[in-house]
């Protein structure tokens, strides 16, 4: 595993632990993170318009490559881009840009690496979210 890896929360961290990826795997499943976290923000407007960037029937290197820079994209316009997250795309796509000359996953895995880190974000998200809501209910200031 990348050395960089330790750079990541521990929560990410950890369960990228657990669930043994390959370089590969991990790349997508971190760039997956972050359309989690911009997907929480979207879901204001009634919908998560980035879940349009992928094309569920699976995407080549290439989709993968503007993919990339589609999120950043996202990051910068739903004003998300905090060391966090500037750290988490600085991983996934280090660790993409060493292994795309050798890229051995079909387009379905990569969109499955993909929503693995999606859905484990907006679970994290949605988590923290119940838990924010329970305590101001008990807040009496």
């Known amino acids: 595993m990348d050395v960089n890896i330790n750079k990541l929360p521990d929560n990410i961290k950890n369960y990228l632990n657990e669930l043994n990826f390959n370089k590969k795997q991990t790349s997508l499943f971190l760039l997956g993170t972050l359309i989690g976290d911009i997907g929480s923000r979207?879901?204001?407007?009634?919908?998560?318009?980035?879940?349009?960037?992928?094309?569920?029937?699976?995407?080549?290197?290439?989709?993968?490559?503007?993919?990339f820079n589609e999120i950043y994209e996202k990051l910068i316009q739903e004003k998300m881009l905090n060391t966090e997250k500037e750290t988490i795309y600085s991983i996934a796509h280090g660790i993409f840009d060493r292994e795309k000359n050798n890229w051995d996953l079909k387009p379905h895995e990569n969109v499955y690496y993909c929503l693995a880190?999606?859905?484990?974000?907006?679970?994290?998200?949605?988590?923290?979210?119940?838990?924010e809501?329970?305590?101001?209910k008990y807040d009496t200031n």
């Open 42 to 67: 979207q879901i204001k407007y009634g919908n998560k318009p980035v879940l349009n960037k992928i094309n569920f029937q699976g995407m080549g290197i290439d989709r993968i490559m503007i993919l």
């Open 117 to 131: 880190g999606y859905s484990y974000k907006t679970y994290v998200n949605i988590k923290l979210k119940t838990i």
């Open 133 to 136: 809501q329970e305590s101001k």
